[in-house]
């Protein structure tokens, strides 16, 4: 299976704009859909952007959808998130996940990353 860091979470005010990236290694990166889930205290893991092999079909929820941006580069193994309009609701553990296709399923994705703190304050 491929292994998955993310990186680049940290303390926003509300408003601002941040980047979440995640690296990819163990095996053929352009092989997997890739997909970004969150999950705040309390609350169950949910779907935020997902993005096919090549790139060419994206889905958002509809939270984000118009403020969050999710991208690839398979030659660098990355899957990116970016974020910008932050509110407060958007804090949470994000989470990139690996799978054989694109869907807002949690329970379709094979691998997953440790998860990058996001606070948003108000």
């Known amino acids: 299976q491929v292994q998955l860091v993310e990186s680049g979470g940290g303390l926003v005010q509300a408003g601002g704009s941040l980047r979440l990236s995640c690296a990819a290694s163990?095996?053929?990166?352009?092989?997997?859909?890739m997909g970004w889930f969150r999950q705040a205290p309390g609350k169950e893991r949910e779907f935020v952007a997902a993005i096919s092999r090549s790139g060419g079909n994206i889905y958002y929820a509809d939270s984000v959808k118009g403020r969050f941006t999710i991208s690839r580069d398979n030659a660098k193994n990355t899957v990116y998130l970016r974020m910008d309009s932050l509110k407060p609701e958007d804090t949470a553990v994000y989470y990139c996940?690996?799978?054989?296709?694109?869907?807002?399923?949690?329970?379709?994705?094979?691998?997953w990353g440790q998860g990058t703190q996001v606070t948003v304050s108000s």
């Open positions: 996940a690996a799978g054989r296709t694109v869907v807002a399923d949690p329970t379709r994705y094979i691998s």
């Open positions: 163990g095996r053929t990166f352009s092989n997997y859909a």
